[in-house]
């Protein structure tokens, strides 16, 4: 964790789940975070327990929508205003969406899209040049197992995900030959708010993955951070999650397709 010491990090979705998480793993050796989320009021109760802590620390919080331009573009002004050059960009704010496609509530899945795809790359975009100007700096998208194949009941989700992945992949390979690195974050389920959060009500009942197929946040944050100090191109928390991923990746997709055609369709019949 010493590769982290004096860092300025910027943590998107920070106000709670891995991003939170992230916070705390970080705080005994950065210099700086700089915290955004929609919920100021929990970012305000973050700053002050992260500084109770670690009264070395500097902390920063701002409330921002991602999905607004105008917002986000007031923010990076903010970010120059105050001389706060990040060194380590984590990209982590997104949001799912549980049901069919069809039946699915438009300005929640163009939410979902302009979170998990625009937000990333518009954040990632504008502060390339900062990060290029370090001798090294870091990038942490945060995707999914999801996006490893197209899944009914999330389909939109997981698309975005195979998104942040994709990009995630061939933008390290565009700045190889730079002092900044790319890192993937992959988790499958953890224990987070994110699933109450996508579900469409409080009578929408899903089946929760098996506890032992689910990783602590705090093992996710922890992989994920020793990636990035590895300079890893991708990483899978937990190594049956992992299995699981190589495992199907195994699998022509013909039949890979057929399974999930008979899974939903066990899904559709509850």
């Known amino acids: 964790m010493n590769f982290f010491r004096g860092c300025t990090a910027l943590i998107t979705g920070a106000s709670a789940g891995i991003g939170q998480e992230i916070a705390w793993q970080l705080a005994p050796y950065a210099h700086a975070l700089i915290l955004v989320a929609r919920r100021l009021e929990r970012l305000e109760t973050l700053k002050a327990q992260l500084e109770g802590s670690y009264p070395s620390l500097n902390v ?149 993955p098996p506890a032992w197929f689910r990783v602590p946040v705090e093992q996710v944050a922890r992989e994920a951070l020793d990636a990035v100090r590895r300079d890893h191109a991708r990483v899978i928390p937990g190594w049956k999650v992992a299995l699981g991923v190589a495992l199907l990746g195994l699998l022509p997709m013909a039949l890979l397709r057929f399974g999930l055609t008979r899974w939903n369709q066990s899904q559709e019949e509850k």
């Not at 438009?106 to 900062?130: F, G, Q, V």
């Not at 989700?157 to 190889?176: I, Q």
């Open 60 to 208: 920063f919080i701002y409330g921002l929508d991602l999905r607004d331009d105008e917002a986000t573009d007031e923010f990076l002004a903010w970010l120059g205003e105050n001389n706060l050059r990040v060194n380590f960009l984590i990209n982590n704010a997104g949001h799912g969406d549980y049901g069919d496609f069809a039946s699915g509530d438009w300005t929640r899945i163009e939410s979902m899209i302009d979170l998990n795809i625009k937000a990333l790359t518009r954040i990632t975009h504008r502060l390339l040049p900062t990060l290029k100007s370090f001798e090294t700096s870091s990038i942490l998208n945060v995707s999914s197992i999801a996006g490893f194949m197209p899944i009914p009941q999330i389909a939109v989700y997981a698309a975005t995900k195979a998104y942040v992945t994709s990009f995630s992949e061939a933008l390290r390979v565009e700045l190889s030959n730079t002092g900044v690195s790319v890192t993937t974050l992959c988790p499958g389920p953890v224990s987070t708010e994110f699933g109450e959060v996508a579900k469409r009500g409080p009578s929408d009942e899903r089946v929760s």
